[in-house]
């Protein structure tokens, strides 16, 4: 059973081939890859949100390239260790091009779990993508800001690099449910920020309370980083902030990289829905 609910007045989504409709006569047309678009106009901060296509197959590049999966192993086996019994529904909010969450259903369908896999993201591309290569989870394309999902409907909510809201979050996470939201360490690629900046920064720390959430901890995950090719430290580069902020002469630094070591490191912080 999908989560989904339609975006203008909030109600169910029944799920035809064709279409997912709402009692109350919205349509919304599903896309030949499977998934929907539940975007409302007045959500969007621009003609095309989110990554575009270029930006969207750097990411799958560089993750299926398998640097990122200590941090993908992690987050399967934490969402195993809070997931109920019985057919529980996960929610990937800012799913982007579904990497985390196609591991993620891969790794629970293997252990037995019958849990129900549901993922959006801002961006048209990034969904379009991830529905296309992961058919048994369902993907919307809808933002976090008015995240078109039943309220009380997600056991566990994760959210990987992406926009966090407190309020929708809490929302849509059931009470006794869980959220996992992952956040850079202190020196997550410090060693790339050292050939973009003259002064390179350390990543700010802090635990942060939610209303309707209590804290449960932090679990860390470190790594090191080892690139020999140009084109996966391009895509790592695209698929980080530091695309859109890098001065000219970083970037410049960059182009002229044939290999990259780097400390890499997430945290992924705990939170159960009160």
Not at 247 to 273: A, C, K, M, N, V
Request: net charge positive.
């Amino acid at each position: 059973m999908s989560i989904f609910a339609c975006p203008v007045c909030g109600l169910p989504l029944q799920r035809t081939e064709t279409a997912c409709l709402c009692p109350a006569g919205h349509s919304f047309d599903i896309a030949s890859e499977g998934y929907v678009y539940l975007l409302q106009p007045n959500r969007k901060h621009s003609k095309v949100p989110g990554d575009d296509r270029k930006m969207v197959a750097a990411r799958r590049r560089f993750l299926e390239g398998g640097y990122y999966r200590i941090f993908s192993d992690a987050l399967s086996r934490l969402a195993e260790k809070y997931l109920p019994p019985g057919s529980p529904a996960v929610l990937d909010a800012g799913c982007g091009e579904g990497y985390y969450t196609g591991r993620l259903a891969g790794f629970l369908s293997s252990g037995g779990h019958h849990a129900e896999l549901s993922g959006f993201d801002i961006s048209k591309a990034a969904v379009k993508a991830a529905a296309k290569k992961y058919k048994n989870i369902s993907f919307a394309v809808g933002s976090a800001f008015s995240i078109p999902v039943l309220s009380a409907s997600a056991d566990l909510l994760t959210d990987v690099f992406a926009p966090i809201v407190p309020e929708e979050f809490a929302r849509v996470v059931k009470p006794g449910g869980t959220m996992i939201l992952a956040v850079p360490s202190r020196r997550h690629l410090y060693g790339l920020k050292e050939i973009l900046y003259e002064k390179p920064y350390e990543n700010e720390q802090k635990d942060t309370e939610y209303p309707g959430f209590t804290f449960l901890g932090r679990v860390p995950v470190r790594g090191k980083l080892e690139m020999d090719s140009q084109e996966a430290i391009r895509d790592l580069f695209a698929m980080t902030p530091y695309a859109w902020k890098t001065p000219w002469e970083g970037r410049q630094h960059l182009e002229r990289l044939t290999s990259l070591r780097t400390e890499i490191g997430f945290d992924y912080l705990l939170y159960h829905r009160v």
